[in-house]
């Protein structure tokens, strides 16, 4: 017989039932952290990441376009996104300044953290130091973006979780096609630059890697430093005007997001006719910019320095 209790008995039963599955799902999410989405730092490997991942995960590229890996920021919006990514990719190597505490936070809280450059062969700085601090700008060598490439392949599918493998694997084995064609193009454009006209000398220490692989020497930098956030003195602008002048530099590189007042001026105590060409040294341009890509940026480079040296 049925009684009357039986209906809530089965209530009771459904709602434990189910009481018991949220759980379940609650427990797994903290287990997982909740976490979700790939986040990257600068927007030069934020370029590289979408490249690899596409629209498998959400990539979220915390640096603007024209902005100063050195100096940039993040909001409080994206400060918890950083806590809440499945992976967060950064440069390294003292490069994003104004996020280096972001980063540190994130990792403390146990997410995984990638730091490209670690992965990509660093190198110290060309010139000007007298320790062995690593140089970040490690992505003007592309012979060294093609290590990042694998890093952050490996990354994104150790830990995104139900990310498409095999896809990620397709499209990074793609990217790393073409940052190979780059490489060799590279080449081809700067042998057409005389070795004795080979002299690099920007605003700052940003071209080393660039120097190392395609047989460059770097006189110096109007800013001593590897970071925009430094200044030089007097001192520093006579000796790298000497510098110029004994090595017949008629050509200086500036980044082209920031003045190029102090390029200028350090022209003018050569005593020499100095150009001053723009580069696309550390940040990407927006769509409708001269390099809102990677790959774009590197020729773009390639075809200004070329430009501005072989004659």
């Not at 024209?66 to 190597?93: C, K, Q, T, W, Y």
């Not at 997410?111 to 062969?121: F, N, R, S, W, Y």
């Given at each position: ?103 540190r936070a994130a990792a403390d809280q146990g997410v995984p953290t990638l730091a490209a450059g670690e992965k990509a062969d660093p190198i110290p700085f060309a010139e000007g130091r007298t320790e ?180």
């Amino acid at each position: 017989m049925v009684t009357a209790a039986a209906p809530a008995r089965r209530v009771v039963a459904v709602l434990a039932a189910l009481w018991l599955a949220v759980s379940a799902a609650g427990c797994s999410a903290l287990d997982s952290g909740g976490r979700s989405g790939v986040v990257v730092t600068t927007n030069i490997l934020g370029d590289i990441t979408r490249a690899i991942v596409g629209d498998r995960a959400e990539v979220t590229v915390l640096m603007k376009p024209d902005a100063d890996p050195h100096s940039f920021g993040v909001s409080a919006r994206d400060a918890a996104r950083i806590e809440n990514a499945a992976l967060l990719i950064h440069n390294g190597l003292g490069l994003e300044e104004g996020v280096a505490r972001n980063v540190r936070a994130a990792a403390d809280q146990g997410v995984p953290t990638l730091a490209a450059g670690e992965k990509a062969d660093p190198i110290p700085f060309a010139e000007g130091r007298t320790e062995a601090e690593p140089d970040p700008h490690f992505w003007t060598d592309p012979v060294r973006v093609l290590k990042a490439v694998d890093a952050i392949t490996a990354q994104v599918v150790e830990h995104v979780d139900g990310i498409d493998e095999a896809g990620v694997r397709a499209a990074a084995a793609a990217y790393r096609e073409r940052v190979e064609d780059l490489d060799g193009w590279m080449r081809a454009e700067f042998e057409k630059i005389p070795p004795e006209r080979r002299n690099l000398v920007t605003n700052h220490h940003v071209f080393g890697y660039l120097a190392q692989r395609y047989g460059f020497e770097v006189i110096g930098a109007v800013i001593p430093s590897g970071t925009t956030l430094a200044s030089p003195s007097g001192s520093d602008l006579e000796s790298l005007a000497t510098a110029v002048r004994e090595a017949d530099v008629r050509t200086v590189f500036a980044d082209s997001s920031q003045p190029d007042r102090l390029a200028r001026v350090m022209a003018r105590e050569t005593g020499l006719d100095i150009r001053v060409v723009p580069l696309y040294s550390e940040s990407l341009t927006a769509a409708d910019g001269g390099a809102p890509t990677y790959l774009r940026m590197m020729r773009a480079n390639t075809e200004a320095i070329t430009g501005g040296l072989a004659r």
